[in-house]
């Protein structure tokens, strides 16, 4: 099997997009033609966003339905939404939807494919120890997307003590404009040795709402007491822990912005 890091070598010219998440200090993003400061991935494939919530996991539940976060507390439902609020904004962001996707947890491979739940996230009490949600989407053919998996591995174990947690989606595997599949994630996560939850979301069937399918790496930025959208956005900065740092100053200083259980 080729390994996604010799494939993604020969796609470095053809495949740098531009950047568009808004820089956490509040700046504006710089253009991939700034390799050095963010790059970004483009696709030719169009994107069909499918059933919002239930693309690619078993249909356990029907779309609009409540889930339960791990230690039984219904998951947000009064303003989902797709707006970020940005640092520094007046205006809360919405509360992202409970999507569910097929994947594994932890990165995994000796347990079978499971449905992950947003709702496994949800910390509205703090049991879990979350504070943040790293929520991104990458595609096996994207050098950036790569990049970014190889930069986040080595910081999960430092960043969980912070209360940082990550889940990635693979939209599309080393072929683009296919949508990705099990051998996809499974070569992907053997590649990286990802050491948090992986899943599928083939042609962003869920999180394609967010962003432009011609665009990856996507991120978006969590906070876990209440899943509200602090920040999103498409590339890769080049500093996972600096685009974190200030929404953990920012968690620790401000209440949640909607109502807890």
């Not at 994207?142 to 969980?160: D, G, H, K």
């Amino acid at each position: 099997m080729r390994s996604f890091s010799s494939y993604v070598g020969s796609h470095v010219a053809s495949h740098v997009g531009r950047l568009s998440r808004a820089a956490p200090s509040g700046g504006l993003a710089v253009a991939c033609a700034l390799a050095a400061a963010a790059l970004g991935c483009s696709s030719q494939s169009s994107n069909d966003s499918g059933d919002a919530g239930m693309g690619t996991a078993p249909p356990d539940g029907q779309a609009g339905s409540v889930d339960l976060n791990p230690y039984g507390v219904p998951y947000p439902s009064n303003n989902i939404g797709t707006k970020q609020r940005g640092l520094g904004g007046p205006i809360a962001g919405d509360q992202i939807q409970d999507y569910k996707f097929l994947g594994y947890p932890g990165g995994d491979l000796s347990k079978p494919l499971q449905t992950i739940s947003l709702a496994d996230f949800y910390d509205p009490e703090g049991k879990l120890g979350y504070k943040l949600l790293d929520l991104g989407v990458a595609a096996g053919w994207c050098v950036p997307c790569n990049q970014e998996t190889e930069a986040i591995v080595p910081l999960v174990p430092t960043l969980a003590k912070q209360g940082v947690v990550f889940a990635q989606a693979l939209d599309e595997g080393t072929s683009e404009g296919t949508g990705a599949d099990q051998a996809d994630l499974v070569a992907w996560i053997t590649e990286h040795k990802s050491n948090f939850d992986e899943m599928l979301d083939p042609e962003n069937g869920n999180l394609g709402v967010f962003f432009d399918a011609a665009e990856v790496p996507w991120d978006a930025i969590i906070d876990t007491r209440t899943m509200e959208i602090l920040q999103d956005g498409t590339g890769y900065s080049g500093n996972v822990q600096g685009d974190l740092s200030p929404w953990l100053t920012w968690v620790a200083q401000n209440p949640p912005s909607y109502p807890t259980p």
